[in-house]
């Protein structure tokens, strides 16, 4: 017995219900039917949905526990602002190092400049787009040079210290407001003869470098 208006036909000499379905679902299914009767039924289809599990979500509640004051690392402090003036005759508004992370007497010297909307040279660079000037940045690394210089381990004189030069200095990204500058300088040659340290520097915030050059200083002794 067929229905024509029907999607399905049922086949009675072999007892068994054919199920044929449009060409947008699965393919026929056959199962067997007791002589005295007869049953058709449609499939119930398979629900679409997906359950999506996030393992962020974990991590999230995790970060909650943690209190505020122990989720960030801070920086550490090998010399504050107070030491630093000690070492730098620079003054306000031309200081632009804020801490000292890292140091190795007479090699190398790791420091921080915290970038603020509040530093002087914003209204000016850029009123609507507020950017640390280049030649500052460069400063800033000479001056984090200027506390490897001017240690006892080195020789160097507060009163006859010079910025002589820059090389091969690269600017990578804009720093601005509310950027940390992380600067590395690290002594590269000396002449005491000359006077004349050659140093590496490269500036970061976060993970990027955002500036980078050779630096010269010049010293003299303090008569």
């Known amino acids: ?26 393919p026929p299914l056959s199962l067997p ?11 119930k289809p398979r629900s679409s949905s997906l359950v999506l599990c996030s393992t962020d979500e974990s991590k999230i509640t995790a970060e909650k526990e943690i209190p505020i004051e122990l989720r960030y690392e801070a920086f550490p402090t090998v010399m ?8 730098l005759p620079h003054r306000f508004p031309f200081l632009l190092v804020d ?6 007497p007479g090699v190398s010297a790791v420091a921080i400049k915290n ?24 400063e800033a690394m000479a001056q984090v040079g200027g506390i490897v210089m001017l240690q006892p381990e080195v020789g ?13 200095v690269r600017f990578r990204k804009p720093v601005i407001a509310g950027d940390t500058l992380v600067m590395r300088m690290t002594l590269v040659k000396m002449q005491k003869r000359f006077g004349i340290a050659k140093m590496e520097g490269k500036a970061y915030v976060g993970n990027t470098v955002v500036c980078e050059g050779e630096f010269l200083m010049a010293m003299g002794k303090e008569e």
Do not use: C, W
Not at 156 to 168: E, L, M, V
């Open 33 to 43: 039917l007791n002589r005295s009767s007869s049953v058709a039924f449609r499939p």
């Open 115 to 138: 970038v603020t909307i509040n530093d002087n040279f914003f209204p000016g660079h850029f009123p609507e787009r507020p950017i640390m000037p280049g030649v500052l940045m460069v």
């Open 156 to 168: 160097g004189s507060k009163s006859n210290f010079f910025f002589a030069g820059i090389n091969k």
């Open 1 to 26: 017995m067929a229905a024509s208006n029907s999607i399905f036909t049922i086949s009675p000499s072999r007892n068994v219900a054919r199920i044929s379905l449009n060409h947008s679902v699965s």
């Open 99 to 104: 801490r000292v992370i890292e140091y190795t």
């Open 80 to 87: 504050d602002i107070n030491q630093i003036r000690e070492i």
